[in-house]
């Protein structure tokens, strides 16, 4: 389908070329017609004056190739039916060789600013366009609440704008979130050279230096200097996905995109700490109860056990392991009760980086650090443990959750996109250490 509606735009730009230069020649021959009548009566002189209407609509109307058209139908057409030898292109006297070039400079000159003029307005009503297509593009995305409604409506979107399929490629394990058609799907090539956009935040695929054998085209939506995902084009044809007069409205909905992307982070980051939030009230509410409600009633057992102890009217055994028990009780109750909500929230300190747990941020030297929530994710995990190996199974459990713990290349790009990030050397890390085989470390 994409291909036929390409096909038919190729077809209906050639078949406007061919009309264009039909009507200037309707026009030049309209304008003949008129000239010959008037030289039947007020001879030649005027007649050079009915052909500058005519180069000039051609040229507001067509653009400056048919208005050059029409100037030299014009001169061609004046030099035939009047200067002497007439319905000939001969030309005997030196008065009729100057108004014949005087004429075709005119036409010339009057086309090309017409062509101008005509310009102008096409660029106008094209900034218009762009700008009423970027804006319909953002309201579709506005209302999308999640990353996988956003790539879809891009897809779509671009898929029917530029006449290709399209694909977008999340940062996580190049994962497809996205494409249009849906069957559309990447060979091995394709996913390598998108690995290198989310990577190196550059363009690769058809027509770039990168993966030119492709038929792909992969562009990134960067976000604070960082490409978040990669939007890939094609053309069943072979042909370059963008024309270059449309690369600008194109990285202007990457911008769009880029923007969605970074709304919907903020809105989950939001969520999860509007729940951490009340997961630590109730957890406080819990320990309240407990020091409060639980270990007084605790204490009354104790002293009932004492009363039977010392009466000696029951079984010791079973006296000595009641007493006990409530003692083990009683001490895990202590362990909790002492257990200070605020203390976990203290700022981790590894060398120049800073993470504060409560407040979801991450400092390196001072200066804030963006990470996206499973990069934070990943870094809290190993923080809470620093100095101990957490295996790739305990990291993507705790991340991911059960259902991804084997999909250890998920926890490879987060674990790469922290040493570019908090790194002083990301080629040989000294914060995140890899432990071959097992998982990561964080050095205390």
């Given at each position: 389908m994409i291909h036929a509606l390409w096909s038919f735009q190729r077809r209906d730009s050639v078949a406007l070329v061919l009309a264009e230069h039909a009507g200037a020649l309707l026009l030049v021959a309209m304008s003949t017609i008129a000239g010959l009548l008037v030289s039947a009566r007020w001879g030649n002189s005027p007649v050079v004056m009915l052909y500058l209407p005519a180069v000039l609509a051609a040229a507001v109307y067509g653009g400056l190739w048919s208005g050059l058209f029409a100037a030299v139908t014009s001169t061609l057409a004046y030099n035939f039916y009047f200067t002497v030898p007439l319905h000939t292109f001969a030309i005997n006297q030196a008065t009729d060789v100057v108004t014949v070039i005087v004429l075709f400079l005119v036409a010339v000159v009057s086309s090309h600013l017409a062509a101008l003029v005509r310009r102008q307005a096409q660029l106008a009503s094209e900034h218009a366009s762009r700008n009423a297509t970027i804006a319909g593009f953002a309201r579709k995305l506005l209302s999308s609440a999640s990353q996988a409604e956003i790539a879809k409506v891009s897809a779509c979107q671009f898929a029917e704008l530029f006449v290709c399929h399209a694909v977008v490629i999340g940062r996580?394990?190049?994962?497809?979130?996205?494409?249009?058609?849906?069957?559309?799907?990447?060979?091995?090539?394709?996913?390598?050279?998108?690995?290198?956009?989310?990577?190196?935040?550059?363009?690769?695929?058809?027509?770039?230096?990168?993966?030119?054998?492709?038929?792909?085209?992969?562009?990134?939506?960067?976000?604070?200097?960082?490409?978040?995902?990669?939007?890939?084009?094609?053309?069943?044809?072979?042909?370059?996905?963008?024309?270059?007069?449309?690369?600008?409205?194109?990285?202007?909905?990457?911008?769009?995109?880029?923007?969605?992307?970074?709304?919907?982070?903020?809105?989950?980051?939001?969520?999860?700490?509007?729940?951490?939030?009340?997961?630590?009230?109730?957890?406080?509410?819990?320990?309240?109860?407990?020091?409060?409600?639980?270990?007084?009633?605790?204490?009354?057992?104790?002293?009932?056990?004492?009363?039977?102890?010392?009466?000696?009217?029951?079984?010791r055994s079973l006296i000595s392991k009641l007493d006990s028990e409530i003692g083990h009780v009683e001490r895990y109750i202590d362990h909790l009760v002492d257990l200070n909500p605020g203390s976990e929230y203290e700022p981790l300190v590894f060398d120049d980086v800073v993470i504060d747990l409560h407040s979801r941020t991450v400092h390196r030297a001072g200066a804030r650090i963006h990470l996206t929530p499973k990069e934070f994710a990943v870094f809290a995990e190993l923080s809470k443990h620093a100095g101990k190996v957490l295996t790739h199974a305990q990291l993507l459990r705790a991340v991911w959750g059960p259902a991804h713990q084997d999909h250890v290349d998920y926890l490879r790009v987060a674990v790469r996109a922290l040493r570019q990030k908090l790194e002083n050397d990301p080629a040989n890390p000294l914060l995140i250490v890899n432990e071959p085989g097992i998982g990561y470390r964080l050095s205390s």
């Open positions: 996580e394990a190049a994962e497809l979130l996205a494409a249009a058609p849906n069957e559309t799907t990447l060979g091995p090539s394709e996913i390598a050279a998108a690995t290198y956009t989310l990577e190196a935040g550059q363009r690769s695929g058809r027509g770039e230096k990168r993966g030119h054998q492709i038929d792909w085209q992969f562009h990134p939506v960067i976000s604070k200097g960082l490409a978040i995902a990669a939007v890939g084009l094609a053309r069943e044809d072979g042909a370059p996905p963008l024309e270059p007069d449309r690369e600008l409205l194109f990285e202007s909905l990457l911008d769009q995109m880029a923007l969605a992307f970074e709304r919907t982070r903020l809105e989950i980051e939001a969520r999860e700490s509007a729940a951490f939030r009340v997961r630590d009230k109730l957890r406080s509410a819990l320990l309240t109860a407990i020091g409060d409600d639980v270990k007084p009633r605790l204490k009354e057992i104790q002293m009932v056990v004492k009363g039977l102890r010392r009466e000696g009217g029951a079984d």
